[in-house]
């Protein structure tokens, strides 16, 4: 892999600021509040550019791919920051490729700092178009979605909605909703937000249809399956840190328990399968464009979510086994991986939803 000079600078900054502004201790302050994240760690994002990643520039945002966002995602993900960037990074997306002249106005919104997120699911199945969410003869909104992350923080919401016959994209300014139309969530993995939103007769700033929306969902799912390995994988590489560390510390039986060949093996095959996925997120990052995905790109995409979730599942619960019986406990910082590996898993498809996919476009002629 060879980044350029701007992307290098990016992949330093973004390893020192994470490293710096977030860890384990950070990320337990966060656990019962709010929002999972200080503002005023957004707000430093916001004012490096990271909210602009993948925007061109007469948009206000940096030009540069949504490659770009790989080694922000993956350093996120090592300090276990929970921000909306990423969900903000992926509506700028699903806005641009579907019709940036319509969007614009949001577009520039976010480039300049503004929260972002889409609302699409209304089942687990991550393959379904939406059925019940509709745009009546109106023009409002109509409808409920279930599990929208970083819902609570979004100043603009993404809703993928039915008119007439089309699937189309609903854009909305989140504080045009009623009170309690966002009610949040109790996930798993409580480094992350995330909300059902119900829609009752709300009008859209902007809607969008047409066959742009598919492909731009398309694209959509893909790199928001890209953007949560890459988080994932570095993730998987804190657990390891975590877990060694523990390894060179803890005794029994008068011995240091890494010495044993039952911990040392599970921890080298922590090691290649975190190697494995960073290949592979990095790999599919140097292939992204401005243009829509091809089938190289899908499955470049696709074998990084599959591996990068198996790899932080396989870290997350080998660093529970290797604590013990304190492992199981809430104090353990094991908890921590485990269950963002739990939440990341369902995030755009598991594996099994990708090795599906990549079976089919593999091996059919």
């Given amino acids: 892999m060879r980044f350029d000079e701007e992307q290098s600078m990016l992949l330093d900054?973004?390893?020192?600021?994470?490293?710096?502004?977030?860890?384990?201790n950070a990320a337990r302050e966060h656990l019962e509040t709010p929002?999972?994240?200080?503002?005023?760690?957004?707000?430093?994002?916001?004012?490096?550019?990271?909210?602009?990643?993948?925007?061109?520039?007469e948009l206000g945002g940096s030009g540069l791919s949504i490659g770009a966002a790989v080694p922000v995602a993956e350093s996120l993900g090592k300090a276990l920051m929970g921000t909306p960037l990423l969900s903000t990074l992926l509506a700028a997306q699903l806005l641009l490729r579907a019709d940036s002249k319509a969007a614009a106005e949001v577009l520039e919104g976010i480039a300049g700092g503004d929260a972002a997120c889409v609302a699409e699911l209304e089942s687990e199945d991550w393959s379904a178009l939406p059925r019940t969410t509709v745009i009546d003869d109106a023009g409002m909104l109509q409808g409920q979605k279930r599990l929208?992350?970083?819902?609570?923080?979004?100043?603009?919401?993404?809703v993928t909605a039915v008119a007439g016959a089309d699937t189309a994209l609903a854009v909305l300014d989140a504080t045009t909703l009623d009170d309690d139309a966002i009610n949040?969530?109790?996930l798993i993995d409580n480094t992350h937000r995330a909300a059902d939103i119900t829609f009752n007769g709300v009008t859209p700033l902007a809607v969008i249809s047409g066959a742009s929306v598919l492909a731009a969902l398309r694209?959509?799912?893909?790199?928001g399956a890209l953007l949560v390995a890459a988080e994932s994988t570095g993730a998987a590489a804190a657990c390891l840190d975590v877990t060694v560390d523990y390894l060179k510390t803890r005794k029994q039986f008068g011995k240091l328990i890494g010495s044993y060949q039952a911990l040392k093996h599970p921890s080298v095959d922590m090691l290649t399968m975190m190697d494995s996925a960073r290949s592979f997120v990095y790999h599919a990052s140097s292939l992204l464009g401005s243009e829509p995905l091809d089938k190289d790109q899908e499955v470049?995409?696709?074998m990084a979510k599959a591996?990068?979730?198996?790899?932080?599942?396989?870290?997350?619960?080998?660093?529970?086994?290797?604590?013990?019986g304190m492992g199981f406990t809430?104090?353990?910082?094991?908890?921590?991986?485990?269950?963002?590996?739990?939440?990341?898993?369902?995030?755009?498809?598991?594996?099994?939803?990708?090795?599906?996919?990549?079976?089919?476009?593999?091996?059919?002629?």
């Fill in 13 to 24: 900054y973004a390893r020192s600021f994470c490293a710096d502004r977030g860890g384990l």
């Fill in 35 to 57: 929002l999972e994240y200080s503002p005023g760690v957004w707000d430093e994002m916001v004012a490096m550019g990271w909210t602009g990643i993948g925007l061109p520039e």
């Fill in 148 to 158: 929208v992350m970083d819902a609570t923080s979004a100043r603009w919401i993404v």
């Fill in 184 to 186: 949040p969530r109790v």
């Fill in 219 to 223: 694209d959509y799912r893909l790199l």
């Fill in 300 to 302: 470049a995409c696709r």
């Fill in 307 to 324: 591996q990068a979730t198996d790899a932080l599942k396989f870290a997350g619960d080998r660093a529970v086994q290797f604590h013990g």
């Fill in 330 to 365: 809430w104090d353990c910082d094991a908890q921590l991986f485990i269950r963002r590996a739990q939440g990341a898993q369902q995030q755009f498809g598991d594996a099994q939803h990708h090795r599906q996919r990549l079976a089919a476009l593999l091996l059919d002629d």
